[in-house]
């Protein structure tokens, strides 16, 4: 009976012992989760604070004052742009009355490049674009860009 109580005794001691071994092993694996979980927090708030975009671009400009003459200078600016194909848009308006927009037409993209075409037919002419650049992750924009353009009379 002595023999059979010990039997019990030492199986119930290695037993725990696999038990114990088990809880360290998970408490270790809960510890390494943790530290993962606090880096990846740490990442996606430095990405919250930047502007992600899906795609770039680049575009060319050349300056109006190249000649394209032998032995003059030659000038470009290359611009990088990054843009959301499908989540960014603008909207050109012609003013706004009571807080509502006259005219508004949503601008074409193509290549993160918004094309703006109007009449100048006054002799100043505002032009107005709502801007709004959403992305999943990253900064979002919004705001409005105004300009005013004056015709120029030439006198024969």
Same mark, same amino acid.
């Given at each position: 009976?002595?023999?059979?109580?010990?039997?019990?005794?030492l199986t119930l001691l290695i037993s725990s012992c696999k038990d114990i071994n088990k809880s360290e092993n998970k408490?270790?694996?809960?510890?390494?989760?943790?530290?993962?979980?606090? +880096?990846?927090?740490?990442?996606?708030?430095? %990405?919250? =604070?930047?502007?992600?975009?899906?795609?770039?671009? &680049? @575009?060319?400009? #050349?300056?109006?004052?190249?000649?394209?003459?032998?032995?003059?200078?030659?000038?470009?600016?290359?611009?990088?742009?990054?843009?959301?194909?499908?989540? +960014?848009?603008?909207?050109?308006?012609?003013? %706004?009355? =009571?807080?509502?927009?006259?005219?508004?037409?949503? &601008? @074409?993209?193509? #290549?993160g490049t918004f094309l703006y075409k109007t009449k100048l037919v006054d002799e100043l002419t505002r032009?107005?674009?709502?801007?709004?650049?959403?992305?999943?992750?990253?900064?979002?924009?919004?705001?409005?860009?105004?300009?005013?353009?004056?015709?120029?009379?030439?006198?024969?």
């Amino acid at each position: 009976m002595n023999k059979s109580i010990i039997i019990v005794l030492l199986t119930l001691l290695i037993s725990s012992c696999k038990d114990i071994n088990k809880s360290e092993n998970k408490i270790a694996e809960i510890e390494n989760l943790r530290a993962e979980n606090d +880096s990846l927090k740490k990442i996606i708030a430095e %990405i919250n =604070n930047k502007y992600v975009f899906d795609s770039i671009f &680049l @575009k060319t400009i #050349n300056s109006p004052n190249n000649t394209l003459k032998s032995d003059s200078d030659y000038e470009m600016q290359i611009m990088v742009l990054g843009y959301n194909p499908t989540k +960014s848009y603008f909207v050109k308006f012609d003013s %706004i009355v =009571n807080g509502e927009k006259v005219n508004p037409d949503t &601008l @074409k993209q193509r #290549n993160g490049t918004f094309l703006y075409k109007t009449k100048l037919v006054d002799e100043l002419t505002r032009l107005n674009v709502d801007v709004k650049i959403e992305n999943k992750f990253g900064q979002n924009s919004k705001g409005t860009l105004s300009d005013l353009i004056k015709i120029t009379r030439c006198a024969f």
